[in-house]
C-alpha cells in the first residue's frame, strides 16, 4: 500500500462525515423517522472535528520559518 499522508486520511474522514449525514438526511426524507433526523444533525459534529483534524494536520506540516525553527509540529 502506498504511504499516504496524514492529510489524505483526515480528508477521507470529511469526506466520509458528508456522506453519511446525506444518507441520513436522505433516510429521514424516505421514512420521516425523526430518529435518523436527529442522528443526521449529531453527524455535524463528526464534520466539525473532522475539518478541525485537517487543518491541524495542514497546519502542523508547515515548513520551519524564523519564528518556528524547529517547524509547526
Known amino acids: 500500500m502506498k504511504n499516504r499522508s496524514a492529510r489524505f486520511y483526515t480528508l ?3 469526506g466520509a462525515a458528508v456522506l453519511t449525514i446525506l444518507l441520513k438526511t436522505e433516510a429521514y426524507l424516505l421514512t420521516g423517522s425523526v430518529g ?3 442522528d443526521a444533525a449529531e453527524s455535524v459534529v463528526n464534520l466539525v472535528a473532522a ?3 485537517t487543518w491541524a494536520v495542514t497546519f502542523a506540516a508547515k515548513p520551519p520559518d524564523d519564528e518556528h ?3 509547526h509540529r
Open 51 to 53: 475539518i478541525v483534524a
Open 69 to 71: 525553527a524547529f517547524g
Open 12 to 14: 477521507l474522514s470529511v
Open 36 to 38: 435518523l433526523l436527529s
